[in-house]
């Protein structure tokens, strides 16, 4: 007769405890790598609403009063040749809309994200991404 021998309690206990600490060493790495694409993400982003406003400014004469008008035709403008671009460029990676500001304090026009908590200022994931940086 043959004995089929498994696995004791202790072995598997170990094997355990060795996945826990792969995954505690791995799982943070593998995060922030989100979160860094995020801010990459938003400055793209940033990039893309500046050439927008650019290009409205070209066409009407006249810089946007709010981001929403690159997507709706505001009712006195001219020449509007728009969207120029969809209402989901409006909201950063953490589904917030982006601010913008003319005129602005740093450039001609300032458009911002405050960073994944959503408020001013804060640092790595956090700080405001700006067209102006």
């Known amino acids: 007769m043959t004995a089929t021998r498994g696995f004791s309690l202790i072995e598997l206990l170990v094997v355990l405890v060795i996945l826990g600490l792969i995954a ?4 943070p790495n593998i995060m922030q790598r989100g979160e860094d694409a995020k801010v990459r993400a938003a400055q793209a982003e940033i990039q893309r ?16 009063r709010e981001l929403r008008e690159l997507v709706e035709r505001p009712a006195n403008a001219r020449n509007w040749n728009g ?16 601010n913008y ?16 908590d959503g408020s001013p200022g804060g640092e790595g994931i956090n700080r405001p991404i700006t067209n102006w940086d």
């Open 24 to 27: 505690g060493l791995v799982v």
């Open 49 to 64: 609403l500046s050439m927008a406003v650019d290009e409205f400014y070209l066409d009407s004469g006249r810089p946007p």
């Open 83 to 98: 969207p120029y671009v969809n209402a989901s460029n409006l909201v950063d990676p953490w589904d917030n809309p982006y």
């Open 101 to 116: 500001r003319y005129p602005g304090q740093h450039r001609s026009y300032d458009i911002f994200s405050n960073g994944a």
